[in-house]
């Protein structure tokens, strides 16, 4: 049986999702997405007539394309490099301190649950609230509640409740209908002011908390904010490479958030470690079950709600808040999750198409959207630019193959001192902390 509140939410979901309230698309979001496929076929055709370098123009728009947005967000992120994260989160609160819960869905996570609520227990600034979401588990996490934290095994949709340290310890146990569904479940019973997801195989730093909720407590506007995650892998060759890689992966990644971050354009903070304020998430519907991602969906709707109804809502990174997760240890594993999340990328890309080159929506519809529609066929552009390559090569085409060599290597050279640059930034927007500095593994 559905409680009122649950349906309320439901209710401000089906008003706030494009996917269930279609937008008519403007003319011009509807141009700039033929534009993007048109220009692809002709950059393609080109490699049929043309005798140069120029036969190559997919590869070398893709190589310009990615180098522009690159030294885009080194401008945009130049001026926090000389600015020590202490000194940026100097603000003083601008309102009472508020309550904080933490919200964990876990499906089958009896081995790593111990390690997360230790992380949970050990912080600096304790949470009000843990809430463990159980998304109809069938391993011994009944067992791990029940034993180590005493908690009574409650009925299918109701929660029993203890205590950890000095917060409160929930434990929701629910049908399993996937991650979306369960935190949605969670946000309704809980009672606090702001709400921090964790994935149950993350673990924060010991003044995560602290940090997250001293960053809402001084930004009224305020809604939702990123914490920065470092991945880690198993142990071994492989797991190491494939860390090695997803790290860097990582720093760039956070490094663009911090770019768009500065024109109220951020458009993914990721779930596995995130702030919200609880009333915007009841505002908006909480999470959409039917999206593959549902953290880079939620924040659209932040941005689309704030834009309709006036409120001025901010979207940020904080720096200073920081968590390990785990990461794909395996080229298989990494390959399905970049699947799906290219995916879910599509999907939300799709059900938000009314918002490129939309003015309405400032800064996010005239330039951060219009780039999304860019990276759309991202992956086709690479991979035609590659496979015209190996063209040029089997055939002999030296003449071309030969500039394009010159035209990679050039591009790997400044995508390096990029990578120097980030690393240094992003060491200055942690504190200065590694990866490894804080919170050894479990």
Not at 152 to 168: K, Q, T, Y
């Amino acid at each position: 049986m559905i409680d009122g509140m649950t349906y309320s939410l439901q209710q401000a979901f089906a008003v706030a999702s494009p996917r269930i309230t279609p937008r008519r698309m403007p003319v011009v979001s509807l141009i700039i997405y033929l534009v993007v496929i048109a220009v692809w076929f002709v950059l393609f055709g080109r490699s049929l007539w043309l005798s140069s370098i120029w036969a190559w123009s997919a590869g070398m728009v893709y190589i310009a394309y990615d180098t522009l947005l690159m030294f885009y967000v080194v401008q945009q992120t130049f001026p926090l490099a000389f600015t020590h994260a202490s000194k940026r989160t100097s603000a003083k609160p601008s309102q009472p301190r508020p309550s904080l819960g933490i919200l964990i869905a876990a499906h089958n996570e009896a081995a790593s649950l111990p390690a997360v609520l230790a992380a949970v227990e050990a912080q600096s600034d304790a949470p009000d609230l843990i809430m463990i979401a159980d998304d109809g588990s069938r391993d011994d996490t009944a067992a791990v509640l029940r034993d180590r934290y005493g908690l009574a095994i409650p009925m299918v949709g109701h929660d029993s409740i203890g205590r950890l340290g000095a917060s409160r310890l929930h434990w929701l146990r629910l049908p399993h209908q996937g991650k979306a569904r369960a935190l949605n479940a969670a946000i309704v019973k809980a009672d606090t002011d702001l709400l921090i997801t964790l994935d149950a195989d993350t673990f924060m730093a010991r003044d995560a908390i602290a940090e997250m909720r001293s960053a809402f407590a001084c930004d009224a506007h305020l809604v939702a904010a990123g914490g920065i995650l470092v991945p880690v892998c198993h142990s071994g060759i492989g797991g190491r490479l494939m860390q090695w890689f997803q790290t860097y992966e990582y720093i760039r990644n956070v490094i663009s958030r911090f770019a768009w971050m500065r024109g109220n354009s951020l458009l993914l903070i990721s779930g596995a470690f995130a702030g919200f304020r609880r009333d915007a998430l009841i505002k908006v519907g909480g999470f959409d079950a039917e999206c593959l991602v549902e953290d880079y969906e939620l924040t659209h709707r932040l941005h689309r709600y704030s834009t309709d109804h006036g409120l001025g809502w901010q979207l940020r990174m904080v720096g200073l808040s920081l968590a390990r997760t785990n990461a794909p240890s395996n080229a298989m594993d990494f390959l399905r999750q970049r699947r799906r999340w290219f995916a879910g990328f599509l999907q939300t890309q799709y059900w938000n198409r009314d918002m490129t080159g939309n003015r309405r929506y400032g800064r996010l519809g005239l330039r951060m959207l219009p780039i999304k529609a860019l990276d759309t066929l991202q992956p086709i552009y690479g991979l035609a630019a590659f496979a015209l390559l190996l063209i040029f090569l089997a055939t002999g085409n030296f003449e071309i193959a030969l500039p394009v060599f010159g035209l990679i290597s050039a591009k790997i050279v400044a995508d390096f001192l990029v990578y120097l640059w980030s690393v240094h930034l992003y060491r200055t927007l942690t504190g200065g902390r590694t990866p490894t500095s804080f919170a050894a593994r479990q």
